[in-house]
Each structure stands twice: as C-alpha cells, then as structure tokens.
C-alpha cells in the first residue's frame, strides 16, 4: 500500500481507538493487513523504472501521506491529538520505514535485509487501475467505520 494508505489508516485507528496502548500496536498490523491486499505503491513495477522516478514518487507519496493525515484529522477528527496521529502514522507505516534503507541506500545487510524479507513475505502487489482502486475502496471503508466510531 502507498504511504498515503498507510496514513489514512493510521489517522482512521487513531480516530477509532484513542487508546495508544491499543492503537499503536493496531497501526503496525494494520500494515501487514494492507499490504496483504493487493495494492498498488510506488515499488510495483520498480524494475521498469529509473532509480529517480521511483525515489521522486516515493517522496511526493510520503509528502502526500503526511499532508493528507493532517486535513483528515482537522476536518473529518477535529478532536484527535495531532502528536497522537502522528505517532500513529509512523507505526502504520513503519515496517516500510524500516526497509527504506535496504531499498534506498542499498544497505543489504542485517538488520535492513531481515526487514525486507519480512516485508516481501506479506507484500502483494496488483498494477493500475485496480491496485489503486482497491485500495482506496478499502480506504473509504476504513475511513467511514473510523467517523462513525468517532461521532458515536
């Protein structure tokens, strides 16, 4: 799943579960659940793209993921703690954090490689269009069950 993906659920469980010491440990599994749909993210089809598309698209997700977060939670979860979604966005999208040395620097060795072969055990990716419209339907989903939650 994009970055951005993993945002809106991070800000979706911190809407829903305002308890960190459930919510955090939610985010991170949250991760394995999404990438175990398939998804389209900016590593599908890395091979066929130059090294500075995939790190400019890999940026503009992540800025996007951030920026994104950040209007949800002041116009769909005006009462969230900002510091609290943005913990949450760290631990939803931290597995993929923890192999960005592997991927971007090329650190292929412990603890990066046991990282990415984790990550590689769950990941599955599905092209454009349906890998984008998959996951932002389950988005949707999340995001909906999360407002509902948050008004009750």
Same mark, same amino acid.
């Given at each position: 799943? %994009?970055?951005? =993906?993993?945002?809106? &659920?991070?800000?979706?469980?911190?809407? !829903?579960?305002?308890?960190?010491?459930?919510?955090?440990?939610?985010?991170?599994?949250?991760?394995?659940?999404?990438?175990?749909?398939?998804?389209?993210?900016?590593? %599908?089809?890395?091979?066929?793209?130059?090294?500075?598309?995939?790190?400019? =698209?890999?940026?503009?997700? +992540?800025?996007?993921?951030?920026?994104?977060?950040?209007?949800? %939670?002041?116009? +769909? #979860?005006?009462?969230?703690? &900002?510091?609290?979604?943005?913990?949450?966005?760290?631990? !939803?999208?931290?597995?993929?954090?923890? %192999? !960005?040395?592997?991927? #971007? +620097?090329?650190?292929?060795?412990?603890?990066?490689?046991? #990282?990415?072969? +984790?990550?590689?055990?769950?990941?599955?990716?599905?092209?454009?269009?349906?890998?984008?419209?998959?996951?932002?339907?389950?988005?949707? /989903?999340?995001? /909906?069950?999360?407002?509902?939650?948050?008004?009750?």
């Amino acid at each position: 799943m %994009t970055a951005t =993906g993993h945002a809106v &659920l991070g800000v979706a469980i911190a809407a !829903a579960i305002p308890d960190p010491i459930i919510g955090i440990p939610l985010a991170v599994l949250s991760h394995v659940a999404a990438d175990a749909f398939p998804h389209w993210d900016t590593g %599908t089809n890395m091979l066929k793209k130059s090294r500075h598309e995939f790190v400019v =698209g890999s940026v503009i997700d +992540l800025t996007i993921s951030f920026i994104l977060a950040y209007l949800l %939670t002041q116009f +769909l #979860f005006p009462g969230i703690n &900002l510091i609290y979604v943005f913990v949450m966005i760290i631990a !939803a999208q931290g597995l993929d954090w923890a %192999t !960005a040395p592997w991927v #971007f +620097l090329k650190w292929k060795f412990p603890p990066f490689s046991y #990282f990415y072969a +984790l990550q590689k055990s769950f990941d599955h990716r599905l092209d454009k269009p349906w890998g984008i419209i998959g996951q932002i339907g389950i988005l949707l /989903f999340f995001l /909906f069950i999360a407002h509902t939650l948050y008004l009750a």
